[in-house]
């Protein structure tokens, strides 16, 4: 049986790769038996092409103040948090710009058994984006509501065990007229993992997917489900790495008889190495369908970024990145080939506060039309908890 601390730490594991070791380690208080947890970043932006426009960009100072609450409960065989993250964007220079975002997410896991567990998520967010919107001039405003949970039956050390997944999301849009109408949708998605540990603290693994996405369009082009078989391997501390990889096959079924199906190899990795307790290079690459934009019936987006984050001294560390994604719009001749690349500094003022510099720079090299674009922002932030 887990301790209540063990739970925890299981509900809110990344999904992918640790965080930073040199993190900012927020410290909870007692509130009548909760752990609260608040942080506070601050940061200020400049960004001279925040609408990612092909001819007569627009650039801003932006404010940004990102605050986050966090409630936790234990006790001997379940844990839940519950989470608000807020964002305000103050854009100083086009005021019909500034934005504010709100996240509320409850997780929850309940250890039955040694061998049946069961954790669920809960989430509504709010947001607005002023990238690669739909209207040049006005924000794309959305928001999604989703729930989702898995299953899981065989002790964690056990050489077998499976997770059975489901999850719901609808995504509606708050513009104005019939604006990104074409986009909204309800999204019912299940999976089913099989795990074998092969020795030591590496797993294989085995994962079946199926994706049902349903718009509201009335006889919409993209009305389709998605299928997924894939393999895997998952290991932890070996040879100073830490890593997931699985790679398969994807297929793509739509409704409609006049928009071809489409297939394609598929796979999702994320490795870190560790030569060194003060140095750390991560990469992480992708190949997947993501869902249709600007008219196409899909995207076929192929990425990946490389990052290493060093730690110069106890109060001094670094991150510098580069990142590379190809998206294929299906049902277009259309072909984005887009750069990211970028670096911060953190400065650890005090065991509570952070203080960061950095820089992005983001190319979208596009065969389409005035839909490439350069983008360079320059930014310093103020990160601050109890």
């Given at each position: 049986?887990?301790?209540?601390?063990?739970?925890?730490?299981?509900?809110?594991?990344?999904?992918?790769?640790?965080?930073?070791?040199?993190?900012?380690?927020?410290?909870?208080?007692?509130?009548?038996?909760?752990?609260?947890?608040?942080?506070?970043?601050?940061?200020?932006?400049?960004?001279?092409?925040?609408?990612?426009?092909?001819?007569?960009?627009?650039?801003?100072?932006?404010?940004?103040?990102?605050?986050?609450?966090?409630?936790?409960?234990?006790?001997?065989?379940?844990?839940?948090?519950?989470?608000?993250?807020?964002?305000?964007?103050?854009?100083?220079?086009?005021?019909?710009?500034?934005?504010?975002?709100?996240?509320?997410?409850?997780?929850?896991?309940?250890?039955?058994?040694?061998?049946?567990?069961?954790?669920?998520?809960?989430?509504?967010?709010?947001?607005?984006?002023?990238?690669?919107?739909?209207?040049?001039?006005?924000?794309?405003?959305?928001?999604?509501?989703?729930?989702?949970?898995?299953?899981?039956?065989?002790?964690?050390?056990?050489?077998?065990?499976?997770?059975?997944?489901?999850?719901?999301?609808?995504?509606?849009?708050?513009?104005?007229?019939?604006?990104?109408?074409?986009?909204?949708?309800?999204?019912?998605?299940?999976?089913?993992?099989?795990?074998?540990r092969l020795g030591g603290s590496t797993t294989a693994l085995l994962e079946?997917?199926?994706?049902?996405?349903?718009?509201?369009?009335?006889?919409?082009?993209?009305?389709?489900?998605?299928?997924?078989?894939?393999?895997?391997?998952?290991?932890?501390?070996?040879?100073?790495?830490?890593?997931?990889?699985?790679?398969?096959?994807?297929?793509?079924?739509?409704?409609?008889?006049?928009?071809?199906?489409?297939?394609?190899?598929?796979?999702?990795?994320?490795?870190?190495?560790?030569?060194?307790?003060?140095?750390?290079?991560?990469?992480?690459?992708?190949?997947?369908?993501?869902?249709?934009?600007?008219?196409?019936?899909?995207?076929?987006?192929?990425?990946?970024?490389?990052?290493?984050?060093?730690?110069?001294?106890?109060?001094?560390?670094?991150?510098?990145?580069?990142?590379?994604?190809?998206?294929?719009?299906?049902?277009?001749?259309?072909?984005?080939?887009?750069?990211?690349?970028?670096?911060?500094?953190?400065?650890?003022?005090?065991?509570?506060?952070?203080?960061?510099?950095?820089?992005?720079?983001?190319?979208?090299?596009?065969?389409?039309?005035?839909?490439?674009?350069k983008r360079n922002i320059y930014m310093i932030s103020l990160t601050g908890?109890?």
């Amino acid at each position: 049986m887990k301790s209540t601390s063990q739970l925890a730490i299981v509900l809110f594991a990344p999904t992918l790769l640790p965080a930073s070791a040199w993190a900012l380690d927020p410290q909870s208080v007692d509130v009548a038996g909760f752990q609260f947890t608040p942080t506070l970043k601050v940061s200020e932006t400049y960004d001279d092409n925040f609408r990612e426009l092909n001819t007569d960009e627009e650039s801003s100072w932006i404010t940004t103040i990102e605050p986050e609450l966090a409630l936790v409960a234990e006790d001997r065989n379940s844990a839940y948090r519950l989470t608000y993250k807020g964002n305000t964007q103050i854009y100083h220079d086009d005021s019909d710009a500034s934005n504010t975002d709100h996240k509320i997410k409850l997780e929850s896991i309940m250890e039955f058994t040694a061998r049946q567990r069961l954790k669920l998520t809960g989430e509504y967010r709010k947001m607005e984006d002023t990238a690669d919107t739909a209207v040049a001039t006005e924000n794309d405003k959305y928001h999604v509501k989703s729930i989702g949970g898995v299953y899981s039956y065989g002790v964690e050390k056990a050489s077998n065990r499976i997770d059975l997944g489901a999850s719901y999301a609808e995504l509606r849009y708050d513009n104005s007229g019939n604006i990104n109408a074409d986009e909204e949708r309800d999204t019912t998605a299940i999976n089913a993992v099989w795990f074998h540990r092969l020795g030591g603290s590496t797993t294989a693994l085995l994962e079946a997917r199926h994706t049902d996405y349903d718009y509201l369009l009335t006889n919409s082009p993209r009305n389709s489900t998605e299928d997924a078989l894939l393999a895997g391997v998952v290991w932890e501390a070996t040879a100073k790495t830490t890593g997931k990889i699985r790679v398969g096959y994807e297929k793509k079924d739509f409704q409609r008889n006049d928009v071809d199906d489409l297939e394609s190899p598929m796979w999702e990795i994320g490795i870190d190495w560790e030569p060194l307790t003060y140095s750390k290079f991560s990469l992480s690459t992708r190949q997947s369908f993501d869902e249709g934009d600007d008219g196409s019936d899909a995207i076929k987006n192929t990425s990946s970024t490389l990052a290493w984050s060093h730690g110069w001294t106890e109060r001094i560390t670094s991150r510098v990145f580069l990142g590379y994604s190809q998206q294929d719009y299906e049902g277009q001749d259309r072909q984005d080939d887009i750069t990211r690349t970028g670096a911060n500094l953190t400065y650890k003022m005090r065991s509570w506060l952070d203080i960061g510099v950095g820089y992005t720079y983001i190319d979208n090299n596009s065969d389409a039309d005035n839909e490439g674009y350069k983008r360079n922002i320059y930014m310093i932030s103020l990160t601050g908890s109890l």
